[in-house]
């Protein structure tokens, strides 16, 4: 024992010079220090990081960059709690918009104010999060849904003019045609065929993922949404609300040319789906592009999602957000404006995962080049489907502006199960849950 | 002596200031927290009784649903695990070749990771190519939408919690193993057959261990948490939406900490009650030299 003392003792002085060693050495390289938090993929994580390092480089700001790939708002929320907040990271809109109220986050109007480099009227009119007169945030990017189709899939049906010019749409029948077109069992008919089999399908039509996202797309091309034109007038449970969700349901049960989700549970990813012909055609969000890109094998093009009433387009973001216990706001907003900058983090948008936040970007020809010349990720439509229509004829997502929106969807998403396993429709399951969902409809944040 | 109780303090001061800090003071952080509006964020402030109305008064549709569903969970993996464990200890108490190797493939599952284990059954339990499905088509017999069905859901998870009955099993075989061989032997000479024995031997003189894993299989069983939130999501629409995947969503997916840390306190006094009432209804449980 008493040989050991002065050992262990050695240990812990050795120990406590190694922990300072690396503090000393960072205390004299800057004096502003960020930490930055973010999701994404691994493909994400190198870009951003190199965006950091260019950041570094220009501004001699050091970042620590904190990748949060799951349970992101979960992990904030315990930074919060422990007085450890990042001083600048992402932020789904309904949270932002809950930490705004509570402090925790910055005014972003004071940094427009106070950084001639950018106005508000340089981004997309939605992609700034408003409250009163405040901002809460600022999208990154922004984000709209399309159908993705093989070529393979499309050719072998002997359909072509696929509509990417909103003006050309299917309409809802004539989409529905198509797929059943598309749809084909292991016998090899279609589904136009009187002797069909639904019960083994080789190629669905149409998948779709069954989340608030894809339906807001498909309320506003009919017309409606969660809270139409950020009203106080809810659009859910009228007529033209539920027709969306039954004319998906429809398209499981009736014309049997999509999957159930439990069908779709035993599908690969959407781009493999497409490519090994699980799918001919993909709802999603543009992101997807990202995916598709770098598979080979496939061979893949854009349409126009179909018309109802309308044609309108649905954009969402996440934002970018800095929080009140950072000591360098100025700073942390420069990093933001960085990282979102087609300049910077080219990669971000022409390799299909990002579109721009700021307007120039959707009317500029040499702008647009940037990030949205023909490419894997950009194919030929792509400008029609989904640039254009930012600039002409789109509205924001409801996340940013309809209050509950997380605890309305809770509600609504889970009592649609029962319509997508055929046992409900979508009238008698929004009537049931409609006392549950009216103390949570209180209108548009604005 | 005086000096070896203070080490002994001291060895043990680490345990002691754990359980004060890391244990103790969360705990009764969380029951004072649950008469506020706390959510994290905000500055928080008392509001009596209203979490625990809230949930209460059903203005909350999922309060009941979930501990709807966890006391049907309960109920069912229960005696289910109880049951197979049981039959699985005597199984493996018997002496046969390789018996080693049997006791440790059994326990084995139970060191997997629950979510590896999660993911390994959303692949068996795929109705349209998961394994199961596929021997059950192979022997005509009707299918099963498994976890994908509102009726089959909870069922299928408490056949799943049969995979990792090793811990279970373990205190059965060693409890099996402290029987007296004599009490067999006297059976023998009085002429008892192995269903005598198993009735009048095995389970009564197993019936402390049967009891001390029924009120850990309770405890457990009430907090449930991992399939649920790894293989359904609490679907579908909500049938398996287990009280501890409804507490953590409404601690951070919806941000009410204080609602949640209700719901904490509301859980731990049904598990308390029920406790009790185990124990009070333990007269069946034999131990030695007491007075029956």
Known sequence: ?446 | MRKEEAYGYLMAAPAILGFFIFTLGPLLASLWLSFTDYSVTNVYKFVGLANYKRLFSGADPFFYKSLGVTLYYVALSVPITIVSSFLMALLLKQKFKGRGLVRVIVTMPSIVPAVAVATIFLWLLNPDIGLFNEILRALHLPTSQFIYSETTVVPTLAMMNIWTMGSTMLIFLAGLENIPEQYYEAADVDGGGPIYKLFHITIPMMSPTIFFNLIMGLINGFQTFTQAYIMTEGGPNNASLFYSVYLYREAFTNQRMAVACALAWVLFVIVLLLTLVVFRTSGWVYYEGDRQ
């Open chain 1, 1 to 446: 024992m008493k040989l050991r003392r002065p050992i262990l003792g050695l240990l812990l002085v050795a120990l406590m010079v190694a922990a300072a060693v690396p503090a000393v050495v960072f205390a004299q390289k800057s004096d502003i220090k960020l930490t930055f938090t973010y999701w994404g993929s691994t493909y994400e994580k190198a870009v951003i990081e190199a965006a950091i390092k260019s950041f570094t480089e220009k501004t001699g700001i050091e970042v620590e960059p904190m990748i949060i790939p799951t349970d992101y708002e979960t992990k904030l929320l315990t930074m919060i709690a422990a007085n450890d907040a990042p001083d600048v990271g992402y932020l789904g809109p309904p949270t932002a918009y809950k930490w705004f109220r509570d402090g925790h986050l910055v005014d972003i109007k004071e940094l427009f104010e106070s950084d001639p480099s950018v106005k508000e009227e340089d981004f997309i009119d939605g992609a700034i999060f408003r409250y009163g007169d405040s901002i809460v945030g600022v999208m990154n990017n922004l984000e709209s849904f399309a159908i993705f189709y093989s070529k393979a899939a499309f050719e072998e049906a002997g359909i072509d003019n696929v509509p990417t010019k909103p003006e050309d749409a299917w309409t809802w029948d004539e989409f529905v045609e198509i797929a059943k077109r598309l749809t084909i069992d292991r016998s090899g008919r279609n589904a136009l065929d009187p002797n069909f089999d639904p019960k083994s399908i080789r190629q669905y039509g149409v998948y779709m993922n069954l989340w608030s996202g894809p339906f807001e797309a498909l309320l506003l091309r009919n017309g409606t949404q969660y809270f139409p034109g950020m009203s106080d007038e809810t659009g859910i449970g009228t007529p033209a609300f539920n027709e969306v969700f039954q004319k998906i349901a429809d398209l499981m049960h009736v014309h049997h040319v999509m999957p159930t989700p439990t069908a779709a549970q035993s599908m690969p990813a959407p781009a493999v789906s497409l490519q090994s012909r699980r799918y001919a055609m993909v709802i999603d969000g543009q992101w997807v592009c990202n995916d598709f890109a770098p598979i080979e094998e496939l061979e893949y093009g854009i349409a126009q999602l179909p018309k109802m009433t309308s044609t309108t387009a649905v954009y969402s973001g996440a934002l970018g957000v800095i929080f009140s216990s950072s000591k360098h706001p100025e700073a942390a907003w420069q990093l933001l404006q960085h990282i979102t900058s087609v300049e910077e983090s080219t990669e971000l948008f022409r390799d299909g995962l990002w579109m721009p936040n700021k307007k120039a970007y959707y009317v500029d020809e040499d702008k647009i080049a940037l990030w949205a010349s023909e490419s894997r990720a950009r194919v030929p439509g792509y400008r029609d489907v989904l640039v254009d229509p930012i600039v002409y004829d789109s509205e924001v997502t409801g996340e940013v502006y309809v209050k509950n929106f997380g605890d309305i969807n809770n509600i609504l998403f889970p009592a649609l199960d029962q319509v997508w396993a055929g046992k409900k429709t979508v009238d008698q399951v929004i009537t049931e849950i409609m006392p549950q969902l009216e103390p949570l409809l209180e209108g548009s944040i604005r």
